[in-house]
């Protein structure tokens, strides 16, 4: 069974760094068939897909995000991460991992994320 | 970037009636790469449909999707109790991906 976990700070204040983790179980990152993504989710924006990578390297970032946003993979750990940078109210959401082929089949439950002074 | 737009916002029926929701996009979507998901409260979305039409492992065939184009649609045949959820549908033809804002499927 696939379980995605994710992990890291629920305040982060404003202008600084956001950063999640998620660990995976069942299936390794490092599998060519699935890439793996950061969704987020917030009342005013909805699902936003943050970005994705897949373990050949290949990174996709939302336009909106793609000068804050870092993506990288661990596979030693079987984990990916988010960095955020320079987050401001905006970035306050719920963030999802997620992993995806053909749509998200399987998704972490999610953290919630306060950017706040 | 693809927009998708969903309608109704939401839809209020009973217990066993036919719900039909819509999600149009801004653009074609390639190769009908369209999911959709339901989610509850304090939940993560959960897969229900892929390339328009396929159901997801463990989804009761009572959920359908259709469509083509920029055109798609979910239909639960009968309502259950527990198909009262949000309803969001997503493309995956191309980057970045996309989510539509949802239909609420509420009890009436």
């Known amino acids: 069974q696939v379980q995605l976990q994710e992990s890291g700070p629920g305040l982060v204040r404003p202008s600084q760094t956001l950063s999640l983790t998620c660990s995976v179980s069942?299936?390794?990152?490092?599998?060519?068939?699935?890439?793996w993504s950061w969704i987020r989710q917030s009342p005013g924006k909805g699902l936003e897909c943050i970005g994705y990578i897949y373990y050949s390297g290949t990174i996709y970032y939302s336009p909106s995000l793609k000068n804050r946003a870092v993506i990288s993979v661990d596979t030693s750990k079987n984990q990916f991460s988010l960095n955020l940078n320079s987050v401001t109210d905006a970035d306050t959401a719920v963030y999802f991992c997620?992993?995806?082929?053909?749509?998200?089949?399987?998704w972490g439950q999610g953290t919630r994320v306060f950017v706040s002074s | 970037e693809i927009v998708l737009t969903q309608s109704p916002d939401t839809l209020s029926l009973s217990p066993g009636e036919r719900a039909t929701l819509s999600c149009r996009a801004s653009q074609y979507v390639g190769s009908n790469r369209v999911a959709w998901y339901q989610q509850k409260p304090g939940q993560a979305p959960r897969l229900l449909i892929n390339a328009a039409s396929s159901r997801a492992t463990g989804i009761p065939d009572r959920f359908s999707g259709s469509g083509s184009g920029t055109d798609f649609t979910l239909t639960i045949s009968r309502l259950e109790p527990e198909d009262f959820a949000v309803y969001f549908c997503?493309?995956?033809?191309?980057?970045?991906?996309?989510f539509g804002p949802g239909t609420k499927v509420e009890i009436k």
């Open positions: 069942g299936e390794t990152v490092s599998s060519g068939l699935f890439y």
């Open positions: 997620a992993r995806g082929n053909k749509g998200f089949q399987y």
């Open positions: 997503q493309q995956y033809g191309d980057s970045p991906l996309t």
